[in-house]
C-alpha cells in the first residue's frame, strides 16, 4: 500500500490540525497516512514514503527552524527522494505576512531533492495555507491537497 508522510511544526495548534485535515484527504484515496511531529521524524522515515507533506507555521516568510533543520539534515538521504511526490502547508499570523514565500521554501528543497510537487490552478497554488486558526475552507483545502497527493502517489506507484 502507498504511504503518506505528514511533517508537521506546530506551537499553537493550528499547523496540527491542518496536519490531520491533510491526512483526512489522503486516506480518503485509500492510501496510508502517517503523521508525525518534526522532533519525532528522523530523517530515514523520509526514505520510507511514497510522498512527503511538510507543514510549518510562517516565521519571516520561512518554514520554522524545527522544520528547516529536519530539511538541513536530509542532505543525508540525498538522492534517495528523487521521483517521492512532496507537498506543503503552513498557518501564519495574518495576510501578506510570507505564508507564499513559507510554501515555496518548503517546495524548494523537495525540488532540489528530485520530488515531483503537484500544483493546482485553483485558488491556493503551492500548497494550502491558513491565517490563524484554520476555518472550515482552510481545512477542506488541506483535505484537498492531501487527496492531490494521494492521487499522484497512486499513479506513480501503479
Known sequence: MAKVLIVYDSRSGNTEKMAF????????????AIVK???DTRVEDLTDHDAIIMGSPTYYGQMSGKLKE??????????????KVGG?????GG???????????ILQAMLVHGMIVPGTSNFKHYGSAAVGAPNKDDMEDCRDLG????VLVLKLTA
Open 147 to 150: 487527496k492531490r497527493v494521494a
Open 37 to 39: 511531529k518534526v522532533e
Open 70 to 83: 529536519l530539511v538541513d539534515k536530509s542532505v543525508e538521504v540525498h538522492g534517495k527522494l528523487e521521483g
Open 88 to 92: 506543503a502547508f503552513t498557518s501564519s
Open 21 to 32: 485535515a491533510v491526512a483526512e484527504g489522503v486516506k480518503a484515496k485509500k492510501v496510508e
Open 95 to 105: 495576510t501578506a505576512t510570507g505564508a507564499e514565500t513559507t510554501l515555496l521554501s
